[in-house]
């Protein structure tokens, strides 16, 4: 069982908005994480500290937080988007929590 | 640019010790902590546990706590990463990443490419 849950699957069609949703009731007290990994590939970090951008990484993808659920939006969803997304935040011993994943499919 | 390598594949019996490395550059490596999180084979991520890279200082994962041991070689910009009396369900494939431990959280970016490690008999 993981601590922060993500639904499993989400589908969307290319130039769509796709959201993919986290919550735990740890969120209101830390920050999210978020990762995407394509199949074969090592995570790369999409969003950190709710809602920030590392550099290089597109606009099309945001995050957002309200009380205990978090979303990761992808907007004008591209067919190169597809892959397993993961939230990831900390529990309040502080210990690092993962959401299970959710795979994302580019219809 | 910030770049972690890590060492090549491993195959252990159960019981054994397993050491894997990861050599970062292109940022100063005492600058940020170095964190260890692994994937079981199509399954999702596990933290297991972190050092900064200044002090030596580590944090490990409650339940692998007394099997894991990260050390780091700060001549060479490598961190290692240990596990003792290995298991089948230790199978998985073990990332390390530069984490910032900021602001008190652990996150990652970026990861290295991964190292499997395969316990069977």
């Known amino acids: 069982s993981y601590d922060l849950t993500q639904p499993p699957s989400v589908s969307v069609s290319p130039g769509q908005t796709a959201t993919i949703l986290c919550s735990g009731d740890?969120?209101?007290?830390?920050?999210v994480f978020w990762y995407q990994q394509k199949a074969g590939q090592a995570p790369i970090l999409l969003i950190y500290?709710?809602?920030e951008r590392p550099s290089g990484i597109p606009e099309r993808f945001s995050g957002s937080t309200s009380g205990t659920t978090v979303a990761l939006t992808i907007s004008g969803v591209q067919a190169e988007d597809e892959a397993d997304y993961y939230c990831?935040?900390?529990?309040?011993?502080?210990?690092?929590?993962f959401g299970g994943g959710t795979q994302l499919t580019v219809l | 640019q910030v770049q972690l390598v890590q060492s090549g594949a491993e195959v252990r019996k159960p019981g054994a010790s397993v050491k894997v490395s990861c050599q970062a550059s292109?940022?100063?490596?005492?600058?940020?902590?170095i964190s260890w999180v692994r994937q079981a084979p199509g399954e999702g991520f596990e933290w297991v546990g972190w050092?900064?890279?200044?002090?030596?200082?580590?944090d490990y994962a409650p339940h692998l706590q007394g099997r894991v041991i990260l050390t780091t070689d700060t001549s060479t910009n490598t961190v290692y990463l240990e596990l003792q009396s290995l298991r089948s369900d230790d199978t998985a494939v073990y990332y390390c990443?530069?984490?910032?431990?900021?602001?008190?959280?652990?996150?990652?970016?970026?990861w290295g490419q991964g190292t499997l490690v395969t316990v069977s008999s």
């Open positions: 292109g940022y100063t490596f005492t600058s940020q902590g």
């Open positions: 050092i900064s890279t200044a002090s030596g200082r580590t």
């Open positions: 990443a530069r984490d910032p431990f900021d602001p008190g959280i652990n996150w990652f970016d970026p």
């Open positions: 740890v969120l209101p007290k830390q920050y």
């Open positions: 500290k709710d809602d």
């Open positions: 990831q935040s900390a529990d309040t011993s502080g210990n690092v929590v």
